[in-house]
DNA sequence: CATTGTGGCTAATGACAATAGCCTTGTCAA
DNA sequence: TTGACAAGGCTATTGTCATTAGCCACAATG
């Protein structure tokens, strides 16, 4: 029996591969066992089980996400704020369509006391949160405009993977005007009554 | 053998409630059929397996959810636009927290060729482009709006549901703010440069 | 009272996850 | 060089679940 030289890191970028191309939730240890011409039981030598593997999908899906969009930023470094805003859109919705099963593996949801899925989710984050802060937002108009942001570009992004839009409308032109009215709305707000209590900590969400 | 009295619409509305309970995801014949005091296989009579019971589930909650919006907007029939849009979200939150499992089902596309399924969808989004009507939105401007307030409902929602909300800030307050700077963002859209090309069919979206 | 169809059932099959325990291979130290 | 040992494969087994096949009882209908 030769060895297949099988690693953790090997096991789960190979999930995140199956995932992408049969779906997230059709990712199953016999079809990855099998895509390393292994019996399923030898997956277990390094990953602990299926719900560790798509743990580490997650974990793994999460750093790549947040590096595409510093890397879009990083392109648009010299851009104004409302087009940085509106790189930082198309990066997200460009990654959910290209990495569909590593892109639903980044919604879910971190168990309460797992750390480094915590942390992968805030590190993810912290590129939104910057570009909301070259728009001025502080204190409690930073956070809602976080969950804004985010639930906008992840309902999008899901029913777009959903095929949730089922109207004759380019949807590129759609998420720019839908993110360039949601930044317009968001400056407006902090011209007006919400002066910001104090910086909230930027945990995951 | 005394006859259970089971129907497909009691199967189906059984399995709406097990989903609020475990979750759409951990939706099971096996766990339905207990709940019934039944074998397994006697599910098969009314349902045609548990691709079927999801779909049933899907629909059965897409038009609990179009009424349960109906009902908001009745509620505040004298209110104006802004803030039927503002009763709109909430009335979606609130059945997206209250029915966790009916919720999710109702976020799983239909089959490209599921004509009921579409229509179910179709219904449920009747009440979101009629608040957007009172906006003044028509063409093309309607189609955006549609999609971002539902990507934003939904993604909202989603990710409520999922716990990614880790900031100390009040959800309904934040709630509120996002969905009054959307619909300002909205009818500002209307003054400006984009006079909407044609009336574009209500299609699920 | 016989018939028939409906709605239960048991039994069997097959996918999958998970665990236990074996066996080989490669490495490292005596 | 060799012997021990850990790592990384494996087979076998168990348990959960969906699904299908086919049986049987009951109740309604004539």
Redesign the interface.
Same mark, same amino acid.
């Given at each position: 029996m030769p060895r297949a030289g099988l690693t953790p890191a090997l096991v789960i970028a190979g999930a995140a591969d199956l995932a992408d191309e049969v779906g997230f $939730?059709r990712l199953t240890l016999a079809a990855l066992a099998a895509r390393f011409g292994v019996a399923v039981p030898s997956l277990y030598k390094h990953v602990d089980g299926l719900e560790a593997v798509r743990r580490g999908v997650a974990i793994a899906a999460l750093g790549e996400l947040g590096a595409a969009l510093a890397a879009g930023q990083a392109a648009a470094a010299e851009a104004p704020p409302a087009e940085r805003l509106r790189v930082l859109a198309h990066a997200y919705r460009a990654f959910a369509t290209a990495r569909p099963g590593r892109y639903a593996a980044t919604?879910?949801?971190?168990q309460?006391d797992d750390a480094e899925h *915590?942390a992968a989710a805030g590190s993810a984050l912290h590129v939104v949160l910057a570009v909301l802060g070259e728009l001025g937002l502080t204190g $409690?108009?930073a956070? $809602?405009a *976080? =969950?804004?942001l985010?639930? @906008?570009? !992840? #309902?999008?992004a899901? @029913?777009e993977a959903? #095929?949730?839009?089922?109207?004759? =409308?380019d949807v590129d032109?759609?998420l720019d =005007?839908?993110v360039d009215?949601?930044g =317009?709305? @968001?400056t @407006?707000?902090t011209e007006r009554a !919400?002066p910001g209590s104090d910086v909230?900590?930027p945990?995951? #969400?």
């Amino acid at each position: 029996m030769p060895r297949a030289g099988l690693t953790p890191a090997l096991v789960i970028a190979g999930a995140a591969d199956l995932a992408d191309e049969v779906g997230f $939730d059709r990712l199953t240890l016999a079809a990855l066992a099998a895509r390393f011409g292994v019996a399923v039981p030898s997956l277990y030598k390094h990953v602990d089980g299926l719900e560790a593997v798509r743990r580490g999908v997650a974990i793994a899906a999460l750093g790549e996400l947040g590096a595409a969009l510093a890397a879009g930023q990083a392109a648009a470094a010299e851009a104004p704020p409302a087009e940085r805003l509106r790189v930082l859109a198309h990066a997200y919705r460009a990654f959910a369509t290209a990495r569909p099963g590593r892109y639903a593996a980044t919604v879910r949801a971190a168990q309460p006391d797992d750390a480094e899925h *915590a942390a992968a989710a805030g590190s993810a984050l912290h590129v939104v949160l910057a570009v909301l802060g070259e728009l001025g937002l502080t204190g $409690d108009a930073a956070v $809602d405009a *976080a =969950r804004g942001l985010r639930a @906008l570009l !992840h #309902g999008f992004a899901s @029913l777009e993977a959903a #095929g949730g839009f089922g109207m004759p =409308r380019d949807v590129d032109e759609s998420l720019d =005007r839908i993110v360039d009215a949601y930044g =317009r709305a @968001l400056t @407006l707000s902090t011209e007006r009554a !919400h002066p910001g209590s104090d910086v909230a900590p930027p945990a995951p #969400g």
